[in-house]
Every structure is written in structure tokens, then in C-alpha cells.
């Protein structure tokens, strides 16, 4: 013979088949999230190779060739304009 089952019973099973279903689910989603922090990784590497590839091709150096009056000098915007107006008059630009 069967035993009945009751309402605690019933509860019991969901409970057990709740914490395995949240357990399945976290692994899945920490594999997934680690999935997605290693294609990221190796495009930070690719980018950082790439980087250093083109700092040894063409190293940061001043052009002395420029001529002076072509060099711009950091300033406040509003004297900026001012300057750009004043070389535009003159011919400069």
C-alpha cells in the first residue's frame, strides 16, 4: 500500500527541487560570466599588442620641421577663438 502524500510532503519536494534548479542556474551563469570575461580578456590583449606594435613603428616624437606660428598652445577657448580670428585676418590660417 501507498502512503498518501500530504501537503508537507509536497512542499518538502519543491524546496529540494527548487535549491537544485538555483543551484544549476548559478553554475550555468558563473560559466557564462566567465565565458564572457575570457573573450574579453583576449581582446584587451590583442588590443594591448596592437598598441605596442604601433608605439615601435612610430615612436612619439616632436615635429621640429613645424613652423612656429603653426603651433597651438593651450588656452582658454574664448582666447582661442580670439586667436584663430586674428591669424584668419592676417592670413595665417
Known amino acids: 500500500m501507498e502512503r498518501p502524500r500530504t501537503l508537507g510532503s509536497y512542499l518538502r519536494a519543491l524546496a529540494l527541487y527548487r535549491g537544485r534548479l538555483l543551484a544549476i542556474t548559478a553554475l ?5 560570466l566567465g565565458f564572457k570575461g575570457w573573450r574579453l580578456y583576449t581582446r584587451v590583449q590583442a588590443l594591448r599588442e596592437d ?10 616624437k616632436p615635429d621640429t620641421a613645424m613652423p612656429s606660428h603653426c603651433e597651438l598652445k593651450l588656452r582658454p577657448s ?8 586674428g591669424c584668419r585676418s592676417t592670413g595665417r590660417i
Open 78 to 85: 574664448s582666447l582661442s577663438r580670439g586667436d584663430s580670428a
Open 51 to 60: 598598441v605596442r606594435a604601433i608605439e615601435t613603428i612610430a615612436p612619439a
Open 28 to 32: 550555468v551563469a558563473l560559466a557564462a
